[in-house]
């Protein structure tokens, strides 16, 4: 099992910005990708972007591309969420998680609270 700590979140005004961090422990030798993933009050939980750890290839949901950079340092089995030019729709719990190869997501951190001002 793979344990998560989210950190970073925040209130910020419309236009700001924010840095998520995920920190990895246990074992992080099985994981295969990092994803985060954010869900608003009353709706469902949504993908936001993810990070393949061995070669940095990334992938966004449509909502944040050019706006949100997800990162890794290998060195510290953490990822990174960069948010530029928030808006008051990404607020939301963001939470991260790992997938082993082959697998879905199965190890999630306890979410970060980001609140987005208009």
């Known amino acids: 099992q793979v344990q998560l700590v989210e950190s970073g979140g925040g209130l910020v005004q419309a236009g700001g910005s924010l840095r998520l961090s995920c920190a990895a422990s246990g074992r992080t030798f099985s994981s295969y990708s990092m994803g985060w993933f954010r869900q608003a009050p009353g709706k469902e939980r949504e993908f936001v972007a993810a990070?393949?750890?061995?070669?940095?290839?990334?992938v966004y949901a449509d909502s944040v591309k050019g706006r949100f950079t997800i990162s890794r340092d290998n060195t510290k089995n953490t990822v990174y969420l960069q948010m530029n030019s928030l808006k008051p729709e990404d607020t939301a719990v963001y939470y991260c998680?790992?997938?082993?190869?082959?697998?879905?997501?199965?190890?999630w951190g306890q979410g970060t609270q980001v609140t987005v001002s208009s």
């Open positions: 990070v393949i750890w061995s070669n940095g290839d990334t």
């Open positions: 998680a790992s997938r082993r190869p082959g697998t879905t997501y199965d190890s």
